[in-house]
């Protein structure tokens, strides 16, 4: 098993509303990411899990709030956002936070848009 | 710190021609790098990976990339491309000591018949 499952594949909200995306992984991995892509553009990062406890905060408004509850799953609390956080929202796993063990494996993305 | 350029934003091709994507990387330390791929609405793929040994390296889907480190770049090349290679290409690197990537801005793609 090879997969990184995200869901909801789409989510619309408003900027009001608190939302989550949820991200699985079942391959051992200890290291977790989320990044967000506009669209045209390259992913870009915004937080690193590495064994459940959070490495990188690449300064991300506090309107985005991760959680790792345990070494499968990762989350990504979404409140007050703003229309321009509408993005792919994607989410990768990898053995390690260690560029020797290689790629990070994606999941599909999650969809937002912010009316 | 480390950054990467994909020279080129858009590659059109005819089908069954070669094609090369180029990506040039600066470091003042030792990288990996990486190839992914990312078809419409669907997350990122690895193509290929360099780590160490071989400059050449060989992925999937027929793509082969090769290191050169006195130039610094890792140009993506398939030797004949088909329609389904259509996608945005995105060439990255990390540190050896940090597993996130650093993306460059991508090329498209465009394989016509």
């Known amino acids: 098993d090879t997969e990184v499952t995200q869901t909801p594949k789409h989510l619309v909200m408003g900027m009001t509303n608190k939302k989550s995306l949820k991200c699985e992984q079942h391959m051992g991995h200890r290291a977790m990411y989320w990044y967000k892509q506009k669209a045209k553009k390259p992913p870009e990062l915004m937080f690193v899990?590495?064994?459940?406890?959070?490495?990188i905060n690449e300064s991300v408004p506090s309107r985005f709030s991760p959680e790792c509850p345990n070494s499968s799953l990762l989350n990504l609390h979404l409140h007050a956002l703003q229309p321009e956080d509408s993005a792919l929202y994607l989410c990768?796993?990898?053995?390690?936070?260690?560029?020797?063990?290689?790629?990070?494996?994606f999941g599909e993305g999650s969809r937002l848009t912010v009316l | 710190a480390q950054s990467v350029t994909q020279l080129d934003s858009q590659v059109p091709v005819f089908e069954e021609a070669p094609v090369e994507l180029r990506c040039n990387y600066s470091s003042s330390v030792s990288v990996y790098l990486f190839w992914y791929v990312q078809y419409p609405n669907q997350g990122l793929q690895l193509l290929l990976k360099y780590l160490s040994g071989s400059t050449l390296v060989k992925g999937i889907n027929g793509f082969e990339a090769e290191f050169n480190k006195s130039q610094t770049s890792f140009h993506l090349r398939k030797p004949s491309v088909h329609i389904s290679d259509t996608a945005e290409y995105f060439c990255a690197v990390t540190r050896r000591s940090q597993g996130n990537l650093i993306f460059g801005k991508g090329t498209k793609l465009s394989v016509k018949p």
């Open positions: 899990y590495s064994y459940e406890k959070l490495s």
């Open positions: 990768a796993s990898s053995r390690r936070f260690d560029a020797e063990f290689g790629e990070l494996f």
